[in-house]
């Protein structure tokens, strides 16, 4: 009755309400609420968590497990809760199917604990640490523990983890541990900037020192006081080739790859798809292959146009995420434009006060021209950019989202940036699709 309940409720959803990725799954939990233990059933399953870069890094591995030949499910849209989860699995549920498949599953960080009461993993992935949504997980020692009471449930599953986080080494737990991580850092950085998170040695409190930092506080760590370090790495990026505003080209255990979506996060997504590759027995060819098809997913770097400009849509939802794509900004040599949308409902975070830890000022050192600035919050992200040293003549000030898009369209210049954090991103590639410059919804 569940399944059946659950299929309605997602048909339904899907061809009337035009979303709903989350409700089919949350009717169905209200007639069974183990009804995740019976719909998981024939699936290998792999769980993506962490704070940056579970939907890119979902997809990444979704892509390469397909080009290796192998069915696969995953949810794509970015639902990551449990009703999201099991709505994802109801969808591709079948009475008689048999048939093994692999599920790659986006995990929320508090709500792994929930998938793992039921299902047991192939391959759990903890990408990074870095503080998000304050207001409901508090600092980052908080999302780890929440992250482990789901992983002690299921002791035999293997442990992908980053191995430049420093909070993700020495892991009191029996599960098989598997690390990745950069050998090689874009710049000789060793200093931990003053808003990066995780900067103490979590056994004894002394402040790390670095080798290389990769960005925040994620790199080759090492506590000069207790002599905590960071763990062997199985997988590395051994070199980096090339790194610009559309691409990179790095080797990863000495095999060249080209990441399609720019920034070293975007490397750290693409190490981590490698390393679970790899552990599932997936050709070096297969996920060549895969990484240059990889389109970028639902906001993460998607491109499509407004009249005759060319959009790129990023989500950003925290400082460190924030940084990583204002570097990627300052990469721009020709001029451009950027949008800034900011909310705050529950899936943001009520406290905007992050955005005073994003280093906005680097932005003023390069070409960009006409700044928007949108959502429920915009007048707090104009006094930031304005503090930023960023020209408020060229501040354009829009909630209305068909009057912005009109502006944005009428706009100097071809290239326009719009960083917007999660309700934004959803709220404004809806109506973007109501006007068809979306082709795909979800």
């Known amino acids: 009755m569940a399944i059946i309940c659950g299929k309605f409720t997602l048909f339904i959803s899907k061809h009337l309400l035009k979303g709903g990725s989350n409700f089919p799954g949350k009717i169905a939990l209200k007639f069974d609420n183990t009804i995740l233990k019976e719909i998981s059933k024939n699936y290998k399953v792999v769980l993506i968590t962490g704070t940056n870069g579970k939907t890119t890094t979902t997809s990444m591995i979704n892509n390469l497990l397909t080009e290796h030949g192998l069915d696969t499910i995953t949810n794509n849209t970015g639902a990551n809760m449990l009703p999201g989860i099991v709505s994802c699995l109801l969808q591709n549920f079948k009475f008689n199917n048999r048939k093994t498949k692999y599920a790659v599953l986006e995990v929320d960080e508090a709500n792994l604990k929930f998938i793992t009461e039921y299902i047991t993993p192939e391959i759990i992935t903890i990408t990074n640490l870095f503080r998000d949504q304050l207001d409901r997980y508090g600092e ?123 920034g070293i996060y975007n490397i750290y997504n693409a190490l981590c798809a490698y390393s679970i590759g790899k552990e599932l027995k997936v050709s070096d060819e297969s996920i060549k292959k895969s990484f240059e098809k990889q389109t970028s997913s639902f906001g993460r770097q998607e491109e499509f146009k407004i009249g005759d400009k060319d959009i790129k849509i990023i989500l950003v939802k925290n400082p460190a995420g924030f940084n990583q794509a204002i570097d990627l900004l300052c990469l721009n040599e020709a001029d451009y434009n950027c949008c800034f949308m900011l909310n705050d409902n529950y899936a943001d975070g009520r406290d905007v006060s992050w955005i005073w830890d994003v280093n906005f000022e680097k932005l003023s050192k390069t070409p960009v021209k006409d700044i928007f600035i949108s959502g429920t919050r915009l007048y707090d992200m104009a006094v930031r950019l304005k503090v930023a040293n960023l020209d408020k003549d060229n501040f354009i000030i829009e909630e209305d989202y068909k009057t912005l898009t009109d502006k944005i369209s009428s706009s100097n210049g071809n290239k326009v940036y719009i960083l917007a954090t999660y309700t934004a991103m959803i709220n404004y590639r809806k109506y973007l699709h109501s006007v068809g410059y979306i082709k795909k919804l979800w």
Do not use: W
């Open 140 to 262: 980052v020692y908080t999302t780890l523990n929440k992250i482990l009471e789901g992983v002690v449930k299921v002791p035999s599953s293997t442990l992908v983890l980053n191995g430049d986080e420093s909070l993700l080494g020495k892991l009191d737990l029996p599960n098989p541990k598997v690390y990745y991580g950069f050998n090689q850092s874009i710049s000789e950085n060793n200093t931990v900037d003053i808003n990066a998170d995780a900067k103490f040695c979590k056994f004894c409190k002394s402040p790390y020192e670095y080798n290389f930092i990769t960005y925040n506080h994620l790199g080759d760590f090492y506590c000069p006081n207790c002599g905590y370090k960071r763990e062997p790495l199985n997988y590395a990026v051994t070199s980096i080739l090339e790194v610009t505003s559309d691409y990179s080209k790095v080797m990863l255990n000495d095999t060249e790859f080209t990441v399609t979506q720019s």
